[in-house]
């Protein structure tokens, strides 16, 4: 029994290995990765009687949640046979950057900009949740996402969450940018606040949030910063510009701008402790 030592994948494709096992007659084969040192069954398939056998096993999700996994196959013995286990197969993680406005994966920064300029989503909703402002709607799947966020992180501190900005159009962010850089500086402007048809905003993705009284500018520190910093990925959001991060995102740290890029970027981008630009390879 064994399969190749070593693969590097794009996570979110589909793919399999081969094993052969003999003899196969109803045996099980389990999929099992390690986790703190331990191995843990992640799938399992029952061999058909019919004597040796090629599987395709597909790994599970679990394999996307950091930069390096390790997995192994185990068929447990019977009667007949004694367990065998393969050797360890090292998956190493790559993702891809969209530059398709819909994808989850769409990486907007100062030199990648919005496809249309003049992109809208189809659909757009408010979230369950306290807002404030003009611009509070968000893509469905990004508005259901921060409700639940939002209601954890009330439930964990008490405090409200309260949504400040959501989708912004390509002409609202060319006027919100010709006003900052009037007052500071194109230069300076640009180190906060996004030009026309580069703003993350206009994806209907981006969330700007704060605590309830506070104001968005001064949500780091807060206990509902604290608590979305570290708890956020679980929702599928991330915390798009950190802190020290300026020289790879081109953006001072924002801890209440957060970026939806579903549950399982997310967690590799908390496992990893990447930015979106490293984990996309363009840092």
Not at 160 to 186: D, I
Not at 222 to 248: C, F, K, L, M, N
Request: hydrophobic share 40%; glycine share 10%; proline share 6%.
């Amino acid at each position: 029994m064994g399969w190749s030592p070593l693969e590097e994948r794009t996570a979110g494709t589909d793919w399999a290995d081969g094993v052969a096992i003999a003899p196969g007659e109803g045996r099980t084969l389990e999929l099992q990765q390690e986790v703190d040192g331990r191995w843990v069954t992640r799938w399992t398939t029952t061999m058909p009687d019919d004597g040796t056998y090629s599987a395709a096993m597909e790994l599970t999700r679990h394999w996307r949640q950091a930069p390096v996994t390790r997995w192994r196959l185990f068929a447990p013995g019977t009667a007949q046979v004694a367990p065998a286990v393969s050797g360890v197969k090292v998956v190493r993680t790559t993702w891809e950057a969209s530059t398709d406005p819909r994808d989850l994966t769409v990486l907007v920064t100062k030199d990648r900009g919005v496809t249309p300029r003049d992109f809208v989503p189809d659909r757009l909703v408010a979230p369950d949740m306290a807002v404030q402002g003009t611009w509070v709607e968000l893509r469905p799947a990004a508005a259901d996402a921060l409700a639940e966020l939002a209601e954890a992180a009330e439930g964990a501190t008490g405090k409200r969450l309260v949504l400040v900005s959501g989708f912004r159009p390509a002409g609202y962010q060319e006027r919100l940018f010709e006003r900052y850089a009037s007052r500071y500086g194109a230069e300076a402007a640009s180190r906060f606040s996004a030009r026309s048809g580069h703003s993350e905003h206009q994806t209907g993705l981006a969330a700007d949030v704060t605590q309830a009284g506070v104001p968005f500018t001064e949500f780091g520190g807060t206990p509902a910063s604290d608590w979305v910093a570290d708890h956020a990925w679980r929702y599928g959001y991330v915390v798009r510009y950190p802190a020290g991060g300026e020289e790879i995102t081109g953006y001072r740290g924002e801890p209440w701008h957060l970026r939806y890029v579903g549950e399982d970027l997310a967690a590799y981008l908390h496992h990893s402790g990447d930015t979106l630009e490293e984990a996309f390879g363009v840092a």
